[in-house]
């Protein structure tokens, strides 16, 4: 049984671990990671931020997801699951708890932003109404990545 929950700070190692975990081990991309040095600052230092977990039985994070405010828009950041439990529905928990959380505070569109080697999040976002677009608002970061979506919540 695994419970989504907002993030607390007792979690901030593991939920920094698991993430750098996947990065590392599966994409092979850099494990410096500054904005999960203090992840309650970072994404839940506003009222329209948030950042959620899955946890399992046994308290261990596999999975996470978060929304930034960024100049009005939500973007949307750090989703992840753990390998052995991917297409569990864990995902889809993750992501109910952010669009419920971005509908309450109002947020009209979500934009998030994903590389070509992460083809399962791309079907994800896909299958859950996303559309890719060009390129991002102005003033979200792609943060070196390619493919860019953005999804309707009116």
Request: with cysteine; aromatic share 12%; hydrophobic share 40%.
């Amino acid at each position: 049984m695994v419970k989504i929950i907002e993030f607390r700070k007792e979690y901030q190692e593991k939920t920094k671990d698991m993430i750098i975990n996947i990065l590392v081990n599966e994409f092979n991309f850099e494990k410096y990671r500054p904005d999960l040095l203090d992840i309650k600052k970072t994404y839940q230092g506003k009222d329209k931020d948030n950042f959620w977990i899955a946890v399992d039985k046994n308290a261990e994070i596999v999975g996470s997801i978060c929304i930034k405010d960024v100049q009005g828009y939500g973007y949307i950041k750090r989703m992840y699951v753990v390998k052995r439990l991917r297409r569990k529905g864990i995902a889809s928990k993750l992501f109910s708890a952010l669009l419920a959380f971005a509908k309450e505070k109002g947020y009209s569109e979500l934009y998030l932003a994903t590389n070509e080697t992460m083809t399962a999040a791309q079907q994800f976002y896909e299958r859950n109404g996303f559309k890719r677009i060009e390129k991002l608002p102005e003033c979200l970061p792609d943060e070196g990545d390619t493919l860019f979506y953005m999804l309707n919540i009116q």
